[in-house]
């Protein structure tokens, strides 16, 4: 399957150079399971005559065969088809990490709808802000419903529950966004006027601040699968996704190009999974500290220090990343903008791989953006 990448895409999470695009093809083994059933590789020919492909996939709710085992251990999700993928993710970990919960029946998915799911006719700037896709899993999870919770980073606010940790991250994929459109090669060539659909404020005050000739439409609510449908007819000339989901759903097929981070500043936290469960849970915490990717963990508390200072929510674009360099220092990157993408602020921070160290680059430049950004900066 082959996808536009601009110019030269370094190893791993780097930054992808300028212009022009050029095809590049992602290998399309392992594809995600959602409960029992593949997403299927989509064949798309051509992008420009038929359209994007969407995956139709069924989903059915995971059920115990078995009525008489009880599940060693319940994950709670989101019922998207990401959000299960994420799910299964963690269970292949689960199971490959510890015999016990490889048996069959030990370990069920229970499907919880959260506030995002259930309200998708305004902005999520207009119905909350924070917790938006995590408040019902986290009352579960408090609750004793689940044993574990499995969250988009970027979906968890700030401060967490009391009686609840978050001691796992897993691996993170590409923290990278992707440009698709139908009829366009890239943002740039993008006529003047043209919609491009986003429900992030994030992404649209960086799309005006560089492109200030487009138009965003900033209600642009669904899964990825209602995105990509909607934009097939029509409703945007493009969208941005995170490259993460596409890739965790199988659907890179549908990029037609990848924006470097000097572009598009990923969202605080993109592209990684975190694990939740009760605080007084000694088993459960066990079991997912052992799957804890470390370096993943000190990047995102880099990332939510320098959110958390700035009190960020879904009213506030703000952007940060933080990755590890060849020398194996911390390289943190990070934007507060305007809504209306007039006015960007960034800085940078460079220091130790190492916890301490990164909570402090962190909360340092958040202060610093606040300091500079003043007063009434984020009610234009």
């Given at each position: ?94 199971k490959a990490s510890h015999p016990e919960l490889a048996e069959e029946g030990a370990i069920e998915i229970v ?270």
């Amino acid at each position: 399957m082959d996808v536009f990448l601009s110019s030269t895409m370094l190893t791993n999470q780097g930054c992808v150079m300028a212009r022009p695009c050029f095809p590049v093809s992602f290998s399309s083994s392992g594809s995600v399971s959602v409960l029992g059933f593949s997403l299927p590789s989509l064949k798309t020919t051509s992008r420009r005559k038929h359209g994007i492909g969407v995956t139709r996939a069924s989903v059915a709710v995971e059920q115990q065969t078995q009525k008489s085992r009880v599940a060693l251990l319940r994950i709670g999700t989101r019922g998207s088809p990401l959000a299960l993928a994420q799910a299964h993710e963690t269970r292949d970990k689960l199971k490959a990490s510890h015999p016990e919960l490889a048996e069959e029946g030990a370990i069920e998915i229970v499907i919880i709808k959260t506030t995002g799911d259930k309200i998708l006719s305004q902005p999520l700037a207009d119905i909350g802000g924070k917790g938006l896709f995590t408040k019902e899993i986290d009352e579960a999870l408090i609750n004793s419903d689940i044993d574990i919770a499995v969250h988009s980073m970027k979906d968890v606010p700030t401060y967490l529950p009391e009686k609840t940790i978050l001691p796992c991250n897993l691996p993170r994929e590409d923290v990278r966004d992707a440009f698709i459109s139908l009829s366009a090669a890239s943002l740039a060539e993008l006529p003047a006027g043209s919609i491009v659909g986003t429900a992030s404020l994030r992404r649209k005050s960086q799309i005006l601040y560089r492109y200030p000739s487009l138009k965003v439409e900033d209600n642009f609510r669904g899964n990825v699968q209602t995105r990509l449908r909607k934009l097939n007819e029509g409703v945007v000339q493009a969208t941005l996704l995170a490259l993460a989901g596409l890739k965790r759903l199988n659907m890179t097929e549908n990029v037609t190009c990848i924006l470097s981070i000097d572009e598009m500043l990923p969202a605080v936290a993109q592209g990684a999974i975190g694990i939740a469960c009760r605080s007084d849970d000694d088993k459960m915490a066990s079991y997912i500290a052992s799957l804890n990717h470390e370096e993943t963990r000190l990047a995102i508390a880099c990332e939510r220090a320098f959110l958390t200072k700035l009190d960020g929510s879904c009213r506030t674009p703000i952007a940060g990343y933080a990755s590890k360099d060849e020398d194996g220092n911390c390289i943190f990157k990070g934007l507060v903008a305007s809504p209306d993408g007039t006015r960007v602020l960034e800085t940078s921070r460079k220091g130790p791989y190492a916890f301490e160290d990164m909570m402090k680059m962190g909360k340092d430049a958040g202060e610093e953006l606040l300091s500079r950004a003043g007063p009434g900066f984020f009610d234009s």
